[in-house]
């Protein structure tokens, strides 16, 4: 389901010339300020995968920033101006996400969500010379000492995330003994080292760590390395297309009766479908999700507003809180220019300040003149110096209609306790 407010754009990019791009950096500049009359309409840019392998992610953009706009104009919008999206596609394909992130700039966009991990580093120095603000999504560990004035991520890091999975399984469920299958993409192979450090640490042992390539016919030369010492548990991350295939080999070999624990992606629908019977006992996924706040109470609220019942997708807090961070640092500059407002974001949802976890009640506190320090979905959303948060994660099942369990909450204090 998509927003009725959502533009959706999935023909193939322009690819602009530089001369053309700094043409339209100077026009976000001139159209983003202020002064547009308080019932103008902010645009706030989408970089998601609409096509493409990981065409999944989009759905996790769209829901996300969809109740993060619901919030804000729910409740007056931002200084009387209303905000809609309109996106672009990146196809999760580093070739087309810079001419796609230039189409995006046409449309004068206050501030961009995204791209996901797969094609951030394509165009993570253009948001400051475009001076746009963006607020990229995943945990790539690639970007945790990221220095972008303008790019923020509301995600915590996949080294957090890995920290996360190796406790639950290591203090949570008591296993001893741990294999690796991950895909050889950046962003999986990020999780390796962290997550062997951490189970390792933990007092585990990891038998064997499996590379495998994406979309191939079959992987039970990979399985039966990864089975051989018969360990307690599998960690993994792949895309659902190389899942299907995977597992239904490991079905035939016998090895899904043994707890697989995976990244947020195994979180997803796609991923228990693909596992079969067995993924309401032997399937499970680290989120990054604060369940006991009040932050995550208010986002489910405004989720169910939204898309009626349905059960928040992976990531939609973290897209969520973007949208509310944006809005509540416009608020307090008094300005929609984003060369104004971008050295708001920390000041908004960071300590000193009054915690508030909603945006209605920060806005409150902003008109009084008063600090704020914004308590998100995700989490406290403290940004640090290389403008990263640091949250815990709940490790999640499935339930017998496939939607989420609550899950085990791994608490930040128990992952920074796991790896001195």
Known sequence: MKSPQLRMRRSRPIV???SVLAAVALTVAGCSSSGGGSNSTLTIGEIFPFTGAKSILSDWGVHGVAAGIYEVNHNGGVMGHKLKATSVDDAADSVDTLPAFRKLLLDSPVAVV???????????????PSKVPDFMIGGATQLDNMNYPYVFRTTSSDSNESVAMAY????????????????????????VAPLTKAFEALGGTVQSSQTIVPGQGSYRSELSKAFAGHPDVIFSSFDTQTASTLWANAAQLGDLNTPWVGDDLQSSKAYAQAFGSLASTELFAAVAASPSGAGYTHFLADYKAVYKNAQPLPTTFNEYDAIVIASLAMTESKSTDPKVWVSHVTDVSSPPGTQCSTYSACVTLLNSGKQIDYQGAGGDDNFNKNHNVFSGFSVVGFNSDLTNTAGTYVTPAQIAASVK
């Not at 797969?118 to 948001?127: C, D, G, L």
């Open 16 to 18: 602009l010339g530089i």
């Open 114 to 128: 995204g791209p996901f991990s797969p094609t951030i580093e394509a165009v993570i120095s253009n948001f400051g």
């Open 168 to 191: 639950y399984a290591a203090k949570v469920k008591g296993f001893k003994t741990a294999s690796l299958i991950f895909d050889n993409s950046a962003n999986s192979q990020g999780f």
